[in-house]
């Protein structure tokens, strides 16, 4: 289930959109925010939303290409959708990149044709881990892991938005990442790391982009720089005059 968040203070809108969502569609969760402040404060405490939905032209002190500007500072990839009837914001909504943009009144069936791509799209590059703690589900982006490590029965979930932690085994967490993603190594008994977020590869240790210092196994580090090569195509600049 991927989330979309939606601000406009057009409340026909916003009407319509609750009926679409819970009509026609099975697998966005449409979160209603009731100003700008709100969904910053959201996205601040590392809520996460596929998909962003603003009017142009609100009148509550913050528009949507202003707030979607502020949005861009905290998440540059967030994919967001403008919605106005002022057709004279329509080149400087553009400057923020967004999605797509809709006049209103809304063009239904261009619209869910719009989330049936972004669908086919997240599917391919928005894999998540999933994992249970206090009797409660939670999930985090593959993509956001940094690194795993493993303290006897605790596994540490090191993310770009924080740490988590839960009870399981490294040999689980590995075999179910590897399932859905094949960026991360296990470079150590207790570290399982995402090659993305690797910034340097030495012999003995890797420099993670959060400017963690982690150990390779001594018996594997062979094994391990060979993965990690294949993970970059084999190619390193400065091994030849050709690079």
């Given amino acids: 289930m991927y989330k979309v968040a939606l601000y406009d203070t057009d409340k026909k809108i916003i009407s319509q959109m609750e009926y679409f969502f819970k009509i026609h569609v099975t697998n966005f969760e449409l979160n209603i925010f009731e100003n700008g402040e709100e969904l ?71 619209f869910k044709g719009m989330l049936q791509v972004l669908t086919e799209r997240l599917d391919k590059t928005n894999k998540y881990f999933f994992f249970k703690k206090e009797n409660a589900i939670h999930k985090i982006r593959i993509s956001d892991i940094i690194y795993f490590e493993s303290q006897r029965r605790i596994i540490n979930i090191v993310t770009k938005q924080g740490e988590f932690s839960y009870y399981d085994k490294l040999d689980s967490v590995e075999e179910y990442i590897k399932k859905r993603n094949n960026n991360f190594i296990r470079i150590h008994k207790s570290f399982f790391v995402n090659s993305y977020h690797i910034t340097k590869f030495e012999y003995a240790k890797v420099h993670m982009d959060n400017d963690a210092i982690l150990p390779i196994s001594e018996n594997k580090r062979i094994k391990i720089r060979d993965e990690f090569m294949e993970f970059i195509g084999g190619s390193v600049c400065g091994r030849s005059k050709s690079c």
């Fill in 40 to 110: 910053l404060e959201s996205l601040k405490n590392s809520e996460y939303y596929e998909l962003i939905i603003l009017g142009i032209g609100l009148t509550s002190g913050n528009n949507g290409i202003t707030l979607a500007q502020q949005i861009r500072q905290l998440d540059v990839d967030s994919n967001i959708v403008f919605i106005s009837n002022l057709e004279c914001y329509y080149y400087e909504a553009f400057e923020v990149e967004p999605l797509r943009f809709y006049k209103k009144p809304i063009d239904w069936k261009r």
